[in-house]
């Protein structure tokens, strides 16, 4: 019998007494997909355990129970926060702070400053799940907690962080863009880029040097075509040909990469007619 054919009790069930997480997502998609009280329900009960485990589990098919608009989605933020309170485990910390993050439109002064500050928890998982929180959430206090976390020691942290100021909000001001000039020089790529691209989006043409620089070096991903194109500046012309000229030489590259690069090419020839004045 198929998954999407056993009953609520079952899935539950295998979720909560199986010793393998291998059909762990499966069942939690399945159970997502029935938004009733009783699913809401056992959800709760979940979530009230004692057992990490169990707790983790409510959670997780909380966080994205039925379709937007979700019809428990009040009483489920609701949930969340009131769990974020008083939660010690790092693993289901992860997890509020992802179903956070898959409801975060319209979050409350208070529950912005409650998630800040998770901000120095010593806990990589709950900083990662942290910036998940946080994305898209135009608020001070949000930007100035994913700005601390474009300097974590962890890679995936800044980059997620760095690509949360740099391109999911539209906020331009002088402590975004000095968190972003901190990163374009980040030993990681993908971080280094997204701060590229964020400083791109707001105009700076400081930036430009930088995206010489990554163009004549040659180790680059489709980011940098995304920042060139922000500026729409004819001038990189001349290396963005150079690096298509060489790439046809090589045979070992993504031909996704120089799909790319040809695009960006035939649209800065067309679109670049205008060009921004520089930040001041």
């Known amino acids: 019998m198929s998954r999407k054919n056993w009953t609520d009790e079952t899935l539950f069930f295998r979720l909560v007494n199986n010793k393998s997480d291998k059909t762990y997502w499966d069942n939690i998609r399945v159970l ?43 009483e489920s933020k609701k949930i969340f926060f009131d769990s974020l309170r008083k939660e010690k485990n790092a693993k289901a910390l992860l997890s509020i702070l992802y179903a956070i993050g898959h409801n975060n439109e319209k979050l409350k002064s208070d529950e912005i400053a409650l998630l800040a500050s998770f901000k120095n928890n010593p806990d990589e998982g709950v900083r990662e799940g942290l910036v998940s929180a946080l994305l898209s959430v135009d608020n001070k206090l949000a930007i100035d907690a994913l700005i601390h976390l474009t300097t974590d020691k962890f890679s995936h942290i800044r980059d997620w962080a760095t690509f949360g100021i740099g391109t999911q909000i539209e906020r331009d001001n002088k402590s975004i863009r000095e968190a972003l000039w901190l990163r374009v020089n980040d030993k990681h790529q993908d971080t280094k880029l997204e701060a ?78 205008h060009v921004d004045p520089p930040f001041r």
């Open 196 to 273: 590229i691209v964020g400083l791109a989006k707001r105009k700076d043409l400081r930036i430009k040097a930088i995206i010489k620089r990554e163009l004549l070096n040659g180790e680059f991903g489709t980011l940098l075509f995304e920042a060139i194109e922000e500026l729409n500046d004819k001038e990189f012309l001349p290396l963005l040909k150079a690096n298509l000229r060489k790439a046809k030489n090589d045979k070992g590259l993504n031909p996704d990469w120089i799909k790319d690069l040809k695009n960006c090419i035939k649209r800065l020839d067309v679109n670049s007619d």
């Open 32 to 74: 997502r997909t029935r938004a009733n009280d009783n699913v809401f329900n056992s959800c709760v009960k979940l979530i009230k355990s004692s057992k990490p485990k169990e707790r983790i589990i409510g959670i997780d098919i909380l966080a994205q129970l039925g379709l937007t608009p979700r019809p428990f989605l009040k």
